[in-house]
């Protein structure tokens, strides 16, 4: 099919067609294609930019990231599909290093998407050999690695599963998600949830990243000044006003 540039939807559908091929090559499974429709659809209902709660929260991201002792950009297929320069530049600015953990986990699944990365230009990518365990999982997620996931104490879990959120969390981690669904287990769980497209997500931690590094009372205000809770209300307010704007004429 081509579809021509002009087409209202032209982004969202090569996105869409991108996905389906990182499927054929076996990096994204094919649940991941309803988890990306399910987020689009949250994307629509915030007219498709960044809200003003999720530009806080990605700054409050940056923020927590600096701060942290092993810091860690974990990833799975979606996340790696769908902009994998987005996730070297941020683990670059901090910097932080860079895991692979999946859900429907296979050794030739995980050897394609840390292949892939690595085709990207990245270096060091962790989880091609697991070494430990995140507790209170039993799933295939819950393999990690004890320099990455397992040690870290701020991780960023871009597009997660619910219960490897709670599981973090329950490891006193600082987790910090990318989830555009505001009402999901992860961003209910999260310490930081953001509700943005990730690549736009990815490109304002990075920048504020950029702005705060060496800025370290800039840095410890941002952190104190933060909700997750406010976070999350707000956004569901901004998703709302949209909804309603159409009939306040």
């Known amino acids: ?32 294609l309803i988890s ?19 530009l806080a929260a990605e700054k409050a991201a940056a923020a927590f990231l600096l701060r942290a002792r092993n810091p860690i950009v974990c990833m799975n297929g979606n996340s790696i599909a769908l902009d994998p320069k987005g996730l070297m530049a941020l683990s670059e600015a901090v910097p932080a290093r860079m895991e692979v953990n999946i859900f429907h986990r296979t050794e ?17 990518v962790l989880g091609r050999e ?3 365990r995140i507790p209170g999982l039993t799933s295939d997620r819950a393999l990690c690695s004890k320099a990455g996931v397992y040690d870290s104490d701020v991780i960023l879990v871009p597009i997660e599963d619910g219960d490897r959120a709670e599981a973090l969390i329950a490891m006193g981690k600082t987790v910090i998600s990318i989830d555009l669904n505001p009402l999901s ?21 990075t920048m504020f990243v950029r702005e ?25 307010e901004c998703i709302c006003d949209s909804l309603m704007a159409e009939f306040k004429e």
């Open 1 to 32: 099919m081509s579809t021509p540039k002009d087409h209202p939807r032209y982004k969202s559908l090569m996105v869409r067609e991108h996905l389906a091929e990182m499927v054929d090559e076996g990096l994204v499974n094919p649940t991941g």
């Open 185 to 205: 287990r992860t961003s209910k769980a999260a310490s930081v949830p953001i509700s943005d497209e990730i690549t736009r997500a990815l490109a304002n931690i």
């Open 36 to 54: 990306h429709g399910r987020g689009e659809a949250f994307d629509y209902l915030m007219g498709e930019k960044t809200i003003a709660p999720a």
């Open 130 to 132: 697991p070494d430990a």
């Open 108 to 124: 030739e699944r995980m050897e394609a998407l840390i292949s892939y990365m690595e085709s990207q230009g990245a270096r060091g």
């Open 212 to 236: 705060l590094k060496g800025k370290d009372a800039e840095i410890d205000a941002v952190i104190a000044s933060y909700s997750s809770k406010e976070t999350r209300r707000q956004t569901i």
